[in-house]
């Protein structure tokens, strides 16, 4: 089995900015946000499941996931996100696994924000924090998602504490800057992983 690599952090923090380098370096990530939305693409179970459970105007005229209604509604009623989320974190679950089993590079890398939320972190052997002020992330996620900074706020306060983060993860970067700084942070990291293989 390959050695695994959690990687997380919250919004904005710069976690793609990171697994990006770490492709450039030949590593293969798996992405959970990807595999979340594969997991609910038309036909798969999930997604019947979903169609199930809340009725048909979660579908598109297409038959595909109508995602912005589902989220006003979830926003709307927290115990539906909790419906929502048992049928999909066991789908995302096993796909990510899958991937991991069939690694393509020295080691592999799992890059989701809820890597301690969701015990994701069991699926992997060590944990890198990619960590940004809440200013940096608020102007970072504005710009990227065109989102308001109320509403990047409640994701961050929806999300686990940076404070936790850092006394959960085993690595941490710091992210409030220059690329070339957050790639020096990476570098030696890199190689510790890949010793870490031998």
């Known amino acids: 089995m390959a050695f695994i690599l959690g990687v997380t952090g919250g919004i904005g923090s710069g976690k793609s900015a990171a697994t990006q380098w770490f492709e450039s370096q030949g590593i293969q990530v798996v992405d959970a946000d990807i595999v979340a939305r594969e997991v ?6 999930a997604l019947q499941k979903i ?11 297409d038959g595909s996931l ?7 509604y979830i926003f709307q009623n927290p115990q539906a996100r909790h419906t929502l989320e048992q049928i ?5 679950r096993q796909s990510i696994i899958q991937q991991l089993q069939n690694p393509r590079s020295t080691y592999v890398i799992l890059v989701s924000p809820l890597l301690f939320e969701t015990n994701q972190h069991e699926l992997v052997n060590h944990t890198l924090l990619v960590d940004a002020s809440e200013q940096t992330q608020i ?12 509403q990047i706020q409640k994701i961050i306060a929806a999300q686990m504490p940076r404070e ?10 710091f ?3 220059l690329l070339e700084h957050l790639h020096q942070q990476l570098e030696p990291l890199h190689q510790s992983y890949l010793k870490r293989t031998d």
Do not use: C, M, Y
């Open 175 to 177: 992210n409030d800057g």
């Open 40 to 45: 609910v693409e038309k036909g798969q179970s």
């Open 88 to 92: 999909t974190h066991p789908a995302i």
């Open 51 to 61: 169609q199930q459970t809340f009725g048909d105007w979660v579908l598109q005229p």
């Open 164 to 173: 936790r983060k850092r006394e959960l993860a085993n690595d941490i970067v």
């Open 66 to 72: 109508d995602r912005r209604a589902l989220r006003e």
């Open 139 to 150: 102007q970072r996620a504005s710009q990227r998602d065109g989102q308001n900074q109320e």
